[in-house]
């Protein structure tokens, strides 16, 4: 319950709309009760052929006889008083006198009541039955007109509380969404691979949808439902307070049973939601991989595997039915069992006249039978509200248990932290191959070329592992001058990529330190350090958006020529205007209405217009065909001059790209240097090559 809590606090900026909405629940509640009590005034004028302002004229009669009668029997009680005092026996006088003052005190007490009566009756005589015509049909259409305008009042008031909640509830859920996307995309990109892609849209999209009905039925139901419930049971009290408190004793049980139910309800939707979860991986991983599902057959294998995912979601959602099923057929037997007992109980006192029950005094004088109908309408009317809270607490215990698991994401801390007081990175005006440092103040640091002794860019024994135990990096040092182009071979899983996402700090070392110009990495502001740092992957990535957009993702206002250069250096200018409509093609979802050459090249331009100091380049041909492959590696020659790159490559061919080659084996460095003292000396790089030349051959 404390993350909804949390969650309320996001709807603390629309108070104003919140307030208004209670104020429409709070008036629907009064004309609500105020409906019913023209039972009374009905079944009066029926039974007694009189018109209103008769009845109540008789009544304050009847009134003002009962108050005589009960201030003679005070002047009484004054005289037996002064015959106590003239007692000699004290204890039998004080005896006299206790019971004496008992009775005076219920004689007040009855004076009292009657009188409060008779001036609220007055009251009512004066404002409204005066005023009503003295033909009882025409009394009685008035009241019927009367309750008809109230409830057109009150549906209006309820049309504007459902408004305004509604309002709030989208703002809020809007703000909520808005914070949790930007909280999770500065997640580390370990966060992503833990909780996986369908995992988080599940809290965007199923959760949110659970907490948006939770925080509607709390706005909602849990103010205008009691409210409905108060306006009946004050209105009962005027009638009997004694036969309403004794309805009432079905309270703690209601309490009980709904304690039990939404402890049992949360722990149920919880499941559900992470079965939800399940389902939203399975499409996604069978739509993204739908050509690997068909080639391999295996759609049979997919259904099977959804089938049981929703079964298993079908026999938890039904769970939550049977839970949300029960709640309400229990409150409501209990409600007409407590009102039943209050009815019982009323009868006996109408049918005998009296004024007790058990000993117990229930009424001041004996009810009329239109006033004990009328309380056992106002009675039966409570249970109509609090039926329906029994449905409303099982939805709030569904808003909970979606609140914790979208506060999982928002109470997530990056290890990866932006480090806002670090240095900053910036290219020097005119050459973006040179980068300077800038202090946070906007001191400018000194430029000092790299030497031997501080170069631009150092690793230091560094080590790295995805699992505790289990090392993928192992004591990885060497030195990179600026400007330098640098290849690392291996085989798969040696540690090529992850030595990648160091750089970036996709991921930061487990032990040692990389270096830029002699400081440690964590020492810059994150986000100006990957503004030096472009990255073109063996998995071009594009967006469903035009080829223009994809071109400038990230650059905020960017001339079309500057774009159209960027594409011309990547030779794809002409492969673009080729496409229907040129740059303002829409390339579909992850690029997939254009070939593998076709993105890999777009996203070399979007690099190029970038235009970083320091370049990572992964396997950037992998997935381009020979006459593509030629014409990157031609854009790349000229692009790489005078910047800082690594590249990772199975391919020979590309090597002749780097002035170095790192080769990398379980993790280590087991060689450094060009292409040809390599051959004579690194054995794992004579098979690199070796194998590369067999497969030409071949």
Known sequence: MKNFLRVLQFAWPYRGRIVASFGCAFMAAILWGLNFTSIYPFLKTLQSDLAPNQWIATWLQTLNTEIDAAEEVQSRFQAREKEIDGITDQKFAEKQLRELTSQQVRNDTKIQWLRSKKHYLQLIKKNVVDRLPDDTFQNLLCVVVAV???VTLKCLFEVAQDCLVGGVINRTIYDLRNRCFGHVIRQDVDHFNEQGSAGLMARFTNDMDSLSTGMKTLF????????????????????????????????????????????????????????????????????????????????????????????????????????????????????????????????????????????????????????????????AAVSDPVRKLSSVFTKLQAAWAASDRVFEILDNVPKILTNPSGFRLETLSGSSQSIRIVEQQGDLAPWVEPTDETPFLRFQEVGFSYHQGVPVLRDVSFDVKKGETIAIVGHNGCGKSTLFSLLPRFHDPDHGAIQLFGYDLRKYHLRSLRRMVGLVSQNAVLFDDSIYANICYGLKTVPKEQVEEAARKAHAHEMILKLPMGYETVVGESGNRLSGGQRQRICLARTILRNPPILLLDEFTSQSDPESETLIHKAMEEFIRNRTVFMITHRPASVHLASRILVLESGRIVGLGCHSDLLQSCVAYQKFYQSDYRRKTA
């Open 220 to 379: 909602g139901r849990v103010i205008a439902e009691p409210l409905r419930v108060l306006a009946c049971i004050l209105l009962a009290c005027l009638i009997s307070w004694q036969l309403t408190l004794m309805f009432l004793i079905i309270v703690p049980a209601v309490l009980l049973v709904l304690a039990r139910i939404g402890r049992t309800m949360k722990r149920a939707t919880r499941k559900l939601l992470e079965r939800m979860s399940k389902i939203f991986q399975i499409l996604q991983e069978s739509f993204q991989s739908i050509r690997t599902v068909k080639i391999h057959t295996a759609e049979a294998l997919e259904r099977r595997r959804f089938l049981v995912a929703i079964r298993d979601y079908k026999h938890r959602s039904n769970i939550v039915v049977y839970l949300d099923a029960i709640a309400g057929p229990i409150i409501e037997v209990l409600g007409v069992a407590a009102v039943a007992c209050a009815l019982l109980a009323g009868a006996f006192l109408v049918l005998r006249q009296e004024t007790s029950l058990f000993g117990i005094r229930m009424s001041e004088q004996p009810m009329d039978p239109e006033a004990l109908i009328q309380l056992y309408v106002l009675l």
């Open 148 to 150: 008809i305008l109230a």
